[in-house]
C-alpha cells in the first residue's frame, strides 16, 4: 500500500500499526473553478500600492532607516570584536607576525590564521631537522667505530693513578 503525502510516495507495508483506514485514494486538488494557476514571473511587492523600493547604498540606508543602520553595525563591531579576540586566543609564540597580519593587513578568520601558523611551524620543524642531518654528516661522527682505542685506554688509566696518588699522598 502507498500513501501519498505532500507529493511524496510513502510505502506504509513497513509500519506495523499504521491504521488501514488512513490510506484512501483521494481526488487530486483542483483550484476553484477549473482556473489554470498562474505563475508570476515578477516578485509580489508587499508594500501595497506603493512605489517599489529601490536597492539603496549605505547613506541612503543610514538616512531612512537610522535604526536598522545602527544595528547593523553594531553588530559588525561585535563580529570583528570576536574575530580579533579568537585571533589573540592562538597561543604561538614567535608568529606574532602572522596573527598581526590576519587581524589588520590581509584580514583572516582565526581558523585560517591557525593554519597559516601551523604550515609555519611545519616549515621551521622541517628546516631544523635538515640542519641537524647535515650537522651530522658534517661532524664525521657516523664514520667513528665506536671502540676505544689502547691509547685512550692508558690515558685513562693515568688519570685514574693520578686521582690515587693525590689521595694517598695528602695532595687535597
Not at 34 to 62: F, V
Not at 74 to 101: C, L, T, W, Y
Not at 132 to 139: C, E, F, H, P, V
Request: charged content about 30%.
Amino acid at each position: 500500500k502507498m500513501c501519498i503525502i505532500n507529493s511524496v510516495n510513502i510505502d506504509v507495508t513497513q509500519f506495523k500499526n499504521f491504521p488501514n483506514e488512513a490510506v484512501k485514494p483521494s481526488e487530486p486538488v483542483k483550484p476553484k473553478n477549473d482556473a489554470p494557476i498562474q505563475i508570476s514571473k515578477k516578485p509580489q511587492n508587499n508594500l501595497g500600492n506603493k512605489e517599489e523600493e529601490s536597492i539603496m547604498n549605505l547613506e541612503e540606508l543610514k538616512a531612512k532607516y537610522p535604526d536598522v543602520y545602527k544595528a547593523a553595525l553594531n553588530e559588525g563591531i561585535k563580529a570583528e570584536r570576536e574575530r580579533i579576540k579568537a585571533i589573540d586566543d592562538i597561543d604561538a609564540p614567535g608568529h606574532e607576525s602572522i596573527k598581526n597580519e590576519a587581524k589588520y593587513t590581509n584580514i583572516a578568520n582565526a581558523g585560517d590564521t591557525a593554519i597559516k601558523i601551523l604550515n609555519s611551524q611545519k616549515q621551521g620543524i622541517v628546516k631544523v631537522a635538515t640542519n641537524r642531518a647535515k650537522d651530522i654528516q658534517d661532524s664525521g661522527v657516523l664514520d667513528v667505530d665506536g671502540q676505544l682505542g689502547e691509547d685512550s685506554v692508558d690515558e685513562e688509566e693515568s688519570i685514574i693513578n693520578a686521582v690515587k696518588d693525590s689521595f694517598e699522598g695528602g695532595g687535597f
